[in-house]
């Protein structure tokens, strides 16, 4: 009992503030972190500071400081029970959160050129003021109901027999402490619900049902690691082009004119690039033409690309006009 007390006070003497080493916030995000770390560490590599043992140290302290902090799981127990909570093995054990799956509409023209796109959810936070404990100025004091340890004795019976069987406290969910006094910012709750902007990469060649995974940032609480959100793109239809794998379909309507003798035609493409199509003689009603390299980009290779496929529809005329029937029998006898 002493012992598991020991470790969850001992877990609030925060020796190094790695915050402070890295001159962020404690509500730095993960590209705040990560920039921090390349200056600093650049600022006090070894190369560039010979013989400084200072900016040796410094740059020592710099890379620990990132180790923990640019990992999730790492930094929610240093956020909860600091430095000395990284060296207790029983709090990396702790099961995962649930995943958060979105779905996100996007247009052809997305998954074909790329896109950055800012998404906002709403998500359970461990709450800044408290770092998820629930208690004011993070004082907290031995749960009374299992006298600290975190788990209490069950008695099981039955068929002629009683034994005791080891059980997680109810009371404390665990963790052996309770709240001295509870928080204003929770109220005690350990979370708090807060907006989470992420900023969504869709890569060119990303299809309908493709998955794009922030790993560790779903919902929060002391007493799990977070799971991931996971957006899946839904691919809206197209007004002119549909996809087929790494192909693209259109159409293209021509007048009997132009079926008969040849046509010029463009298309615009989703870039806004134009493909010039030409062609003499006759084309056939359904007929489809293949032009190479200007469908879709190939996801793991964006410069490879698939073909489009031209579909073309012949408007034939509604009504023919007495001289015109007759210019078509002398053409077509029989």
């Known amino acids: 009992m002493t012992r598991v007390f020991f470790i969850l006070l001992i877990g609030f003497v925060f020796a190094v503030d790695y915050y402070e080493v890295l001159e962020v916030s404690p509500d730095a ?4 972190i990560k920039k921090a770390f390349r200056n600093l560490s650049r600022k006090y590599h070894p190369d560039k500071n010979p013989g400084n043992e200072e900016a ?11 180790e923990v ?8 127990i240093y956020d909860i029970y600091g430095e000395e909570g990284l060296n207790d ?12 799956r979105f779905e996100l509409e996007v247009d052809l023209e997305d ?9 906002t959810i709403r998500r359970n936070e461990l709450c800044k003021k408290c770092k998820g404990t629930g208690a004011k100025d993070r004082k907290t004091v031995p749960c009374k109901h299992c006298g600290g340890k975190g788990v209490r004795l069950q008695n099981v019976g039955g068929f002629g027999f009683n034994m005791q069987m080891q059980v997680q406290c109810e009371r404390c969910g665990g963790r052996g402490f309770l709240a ?10 350990k979370v ?15 299809d309908n049902g493709s998955e794009i995974v922030f790993p560790g940032q779903s919902e929060q609480s002391p007493d799990w690691f977070p799971g991931d959100i996971i957006f899946v793109l839904k691919l809206k239809n197209h007004a002119r082009f549909e996809r087929r794998g790494n192909d693209l379909v259109t159409s293209i309507r021509l007048t009997l004119k132009e079926a008969l003798l040849g046509y010029s035609k463009q298309i615009s493409h989703l870039d806004g690039h134009v493909v010039q199509i030409d062609f003499t ?4 009603p359904e007929s489809v033409r293949i032009i190479k390299g200007e469908g879709m980009p190939h996801q793991d290779v964006p410069s490879n690309k698939g073909n489009l496929h031209v579909r073309f529809i012949v408007d034939l005329p509604g009504k023919l006009t007495l001289d015109q029937e007759n210019t078509v029998r002398q053409l077509f006898p029989r």
């Not at 902090?69 to 929610?76: N, P, T």
């Not at 093995?89 to 958060?100: A, E």
């Not at 619900?193 to 060119?204: D, H």
């Open 69 to 76: 902090l640019s990992d999730s799981s790492k930094r929610q």
């Open 281 to 284: 003689g006759v084309t056939q």
């Open 89 to 100: 093995p029983q709090l990396f054990n702790r099961r995962r959160g649930p995943n958060f």
């Open 180 to 189: 001295a006094e509870r928080c204003p910012g929770c109220g005690g709750q």
């Open 29 to 32: 995000d993960e590209a705040e």
């Open 192 to 206: 708090v619900n807060a907006l989470k902007t992420l900023n969504v990469q869709i890569e060119p060649g990303m």
């Open 111 to 119: 998954v074909y050129n790329g896109l950055a796109k800012e998404t």
């Open 56 to 66: 040796h140290k410094k740059y020592l302290d710099v890379t620990k400081a990132n």
